[in-house]
């Protein structure tokens, strides 16, 4: 099955009789006046949520692009997600229920629900055991390595209680990157379980630990949660188990929330870039839990009622913000999942659906393919009429994967949008906003900034682009939520984001407005890729093919995927006296997956005697790529390197002569 990758800017779909339909100039009129006061604006929704202490300065702009939302305010977020529910009506309401992988009998063997009550105690109690045992303060960074279970969120709420800073790894990633984002973070404790139920495997997650560990100096203890229970090796005066830890801690201590201040760093989340090692991206308090306070409501109109599920791994940020932050402080009763949503069977996901009556739900285009793949059976064999409004995110959504998923659970008729953001901005920028307003939909548009976002699309000189035509995605203002800095590279942060264009965010993306003025993500315009919806960048796959002896030089690139959006593929010089083989390629491909972890598989080693560069030496990539896919690379130079026409064409036609594509 061949994606349709081509977008139609102008199919409107279901115009009608969507909640609070608005016409796209009122909605350009409120947003322009936001965004012309953006400080009052966004003062405005900050004052919606509990401060200990009023903020001195709405945003402290004297260093940029170093920005402070809030200067001078102090609150608590996991103050925030419980303490606030805890002394209302909500205590009892279920705040997570949370679904294990593995099945019995036709059903799912582990399910928990914990009401607001009960993750406030669980936090409280490993926020106690934390602070006691371990001295963890304000300022220590907790590293975490743990999969889908109540553990994440609790250990990521006890750490900021304390106002120390976590540092969340995903699951999937290798020993190898867990060490260099410990070492980099300088992480003092890592927490992390038995192993991790997925797929129906069992994944040993300590083992992975103790081989990080060889490489971490940090790190002076493990704690390690007990899910799979599969026998683990345990490091005496190191290593301690968390439910022996837990004992003897009453169920109703309580550590007072820390006094943090809203500038202070909640978090640090690694991602990747276009070059370099993947960078620690620090979110603030204030600005953050205010961006999230937004979106919950004008993107996901959550409400008391609602049952909301974000498929997303609490690994990346989508997870941090929209399971984590994001609903907890709204006081929404949400689905958490353990494994892959289409295990045992391709229904899983709508099981999960039909069996807590979800009625806001947001997925990704990943997840989607290959639901259609696995075909519309198994989504027919569940009501999942519940379902109100819907969301996709992390990388551009197909116009058919939108119109299957809106035929199949939307029914033709509810709100669905593609929300655009990146780890950098902490929270959706560029939405459809069915809590405040809902325009005509369009099949794989990502619809119009939030209220407050000053996002443009330009040329490369940092201008405004014409209607349809493709640019760069750039944001002009600061906005709460923001990156603090990246950790411990501040030049870096300020050469990255804010060089291309001066005093102006680039997010890297490539993007197009269309004449009604929606927003259309077309992908990274750099060495970025997105694999199955997971940020990945070039250059660390090339760096991991390196520490093979048999490599001389390698040029990574993304092609399209049916089913995963992008996957890698390497072009490889092999060292003098090393033979090409299929026996090499696939140990080329174990030790990019060793060194970066599973979800970064090659799908193709091709093996090539010289790689296409510029007059500066730099591989110019848009030849590989094009060489990759098998299609010429156009004749525009505008946009991408420092080639002639000419110089682009000859070189896509020796490496196409190389690797025995017909060049053209
Ligand atoms: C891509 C994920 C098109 C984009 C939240 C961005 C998208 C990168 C969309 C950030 C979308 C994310 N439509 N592209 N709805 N959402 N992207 O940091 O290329 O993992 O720059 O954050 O994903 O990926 P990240």
């Known amino acids: 099955m061949a994606v349709d990758w081509s977008i139609s800017f102008d199919e409107k779909i279901a115009p009608e009789g969507l909640p609070n339909a608005?016409?796209?100039?009122?909605?350009?009129?409120?947003?322009?006046?936001?965004?012309?006061?953006?400080?009052?604006?966004?003062?405005?929704?900050?004052?919606?949520?509990?401060?200990?202490?009023?903020?001195?300065?709405?945003?402290?702009?004297?260093?940029?692009?170093?920005?402070?939302?809030?200067?001078?305010?102090?609150?608590?977020?996991?103050?925030?997600?419980?303490?606030?529910?805890?002394?209302?009506?909500?205590?009892?309401?279920?705040?997570?229920?949370?679904?294990?992988?593995?099945?019995?009998?036709?059903?799912?063997?582990?399910?928990?629900?914990?009401?607001?009550?009960?993750?406030?105690?669980?936090?409280?109690?490993?926020?106690?055991?934390?602070?006691?045992?371990?001295?963890?303060?304000?300022?220590?960074?907790?590293?975490?390595?743990?999969?889908?279970?109540?553990?994440?969120?609790?250990?990521?709420?006890?750490?900021?209680?304390?106002?120390?800073?976590?540092?969340?790894?995903?699951s999937g990633f290798s020993a190898d990157a867990i060490s260099e984002r410990m070492n980099d973070a300088e992480a003092k404790i890592v927490i992390t379980a038995d192993g991790a139920f997925r797929g129906g495997k069992t994944i040993d997650l300590k083992s992975i630990v103790d081989q990080a560990l060889e490489k971490t100096k940090t790190i002076r203890n493990v704690v390690v949660v007990s899910r799979t229970h599969n026998s683990v090796k345990m490091v005496k005066g190191r290593d301690d188990n968390f439910e022996d830890l837990m004992k003897g801690i009453p169920a109703n201590v309580q550590v007072e929330p820390e006094r943090v201040k809203s500038e202070s760093p909640l978090y640090v989340l690694y991602t990747s870039g276009t070059t370099g090692k993947p960078k620690g991206q620090v979110h603030d308090v204030g600005g953050y839990m205010t961006l999230l306070h937004a979106t919950m409501k004008w993107v996901f109109d959550i409400h008391d009622h609602d049952v909301y599920w974000c498929m997303a791994d609490i690994g990346w940020v989508t997870g941090h913000s929209y399971i984590v932050f994001g609903p907890l402080m709204e006081g929404a009763t949400e689905v958490m999942y353990e494994g892959l949503p289409v295990f045992p069977e391709q229904n899983r996901w709508a099981s999960i659906i039909e069996r807590?009556?979800?009625?806001?739900?947001?997925?990704?285009?990943?997840?989607?393919?290959?639901?259609?793949?696995?075909?519309?059976?198994?989504?027919?064999?569940?009501?999942?009429?519940?379902?109100?409004?819907?969301?996709?995110?992390?990388?551009?959504?197909?116009?058919?994967?939108?119109?299957?998923?809106?035929?199949?659970?939307?029914?033709?008729?509810?709100?669905?949008?593609?929300?655009?953001?990146?780890?950098?901005?902490?929270?959706?920028?560029?939405?459809?906003?069915?809590?405040?307003?809902?325009?005509?939909?369009?099949?794989?548009?990502?619809?119009?900034?939030?209220p407050g976002i000053d996002a443009d699309v330009v040329d490369d000189s940092g201008n405004s682009q014409k209607a349809n035509e493709r640019g760069y995605?750039?944001?002009?203002?600061?906005?709460?939520?923001?990156?603090?800095?990246?950790?411990?590279?501040?030049?870096?942060?300020?050469?990255?984001?804010?060089?291309?264009?001066?005093?102006?965010?680039?997010?890297?993306?490539?993007?197009?407005?269309?004449?009604?003025?929606?927003?259309?993500?077309?992908?990274?315009?750099?060495?970025?890729?997105?694999?199955?919806?997971h940020r990945l960048g070039t250059y660390e796959l090339e760096s991991a093919l390196m520490q093979h002896k048999a490599v001389a030089e390698s040029a990574v690139v993304g092609v399209p995927d049916d089913l995963k959006g992008e996957v890698p593929v390497a072009f490889v010089i092999l060292r003098q006296g090393n033979v090409a083989s299929e026996a090499l390629k696939n140990e080329l491909k174990e030790t990019v997956r060793k060194s970066v972890g599973p979800i970064a598989s090659l799908k193709d080693v091709i093996f090539v005697s010289k790689l296409p560069k510029t007059r500066s030496a730099k591989i110019m990539r848009r030849v590989v790529k094009a060489v990759a896919i098998g299609k010429p690379p156009g004749d525009t130079t505008t946009l991408d390197d420092e080639a002639s026409v000419d110089e682009v064409k000859n070189a896509y036609a020796q490496l196409s002569s190389e690797v025995g594509n017909p060049a053209q």
Not at 407 to 426: A, L
Not at 505 to 531: H, M, N, P, T
């Open 356 to 450: 807590y009556g979800v009625s806001v739900f947001y997925t990704s285009p990943t997840a989607i393919r290959g639901w259609i793949k696995g075909g519309e059976q198994w989504v027919k064999m569940h009501d999942t009429t519940t379902v109100r409004l819907m969301h996709s995110v992390g990388e551009p959504i197909n116009p058919e994967a939108f119109r299957w998923l809106f035929r199949h659970v939307g029914r033709e008729m509810i709100p669905f949008g593609s929300t655009w953001w990146m780890t950098e901005t902490g929270g959706i920028m560029i939405s459809h906003l069915p809590g405040l307003m809902m325009v005509p939909m369009k099949a794989g548009t990502n619809g119009f900034p939030i």
């Open 22 to 170: 608005a016409t796209i100039e009122a909605y350009s009129k409120f947003h322009k006046a936001s965004i012309q006061n953006y400080r009052e604006f966004w003062a405005g929704i900050a004052s919606e949520i509990d401060w200990f202490r009023k903020w001195d300065k709405v945003l402290d702009d004297s260093n940029p692009p170093f920005y402070k939302w809030f200067a001078g305010g102090e609150l608590n977020a996991s103050y925030l997600c419980l303490d606030r529910h805890v002394k209302t009506s909500r205590k009892n309401k279920v705040a997570i229920i949370w679904e294990g992988e593995p099945m019995e009998d036709g059903k799912p063997k582990d399910v928990r629900k914990l009401t607001y009550n009960d993750l406030y105690r669980e936090v409280n109690r490993v926020a106690y055991m934390l602070k006691n045992k371990y001295q963890i303060k304000s300022g220590d960074v907790i590293g975490i390595y743990l999969p889908m279970i109540p553990e994440l969120p609790i250990f990521m709420l006890a750490a900021a209680r304390l106002g120390a800073t976590f540092c969340v790894v995903f």
């Open 473 to 533: 995605l750039v944001i002009r203002n600061p906005w709460p939520g923001m990156p603090l800095t990246i950790f411990k590279d501040p030049n870096r942060f300020a050469e990255v984001y804010f060089s291309k264009f001066p005093k102006i965010f680039y997010a890297g993306d490539y993007a197009v407005r269309d004449s009604d003025g929606y927003f259309w993500v077309l992908g990274r315009a750099d060495e970025v890729i997105k694999v199955a919806g």
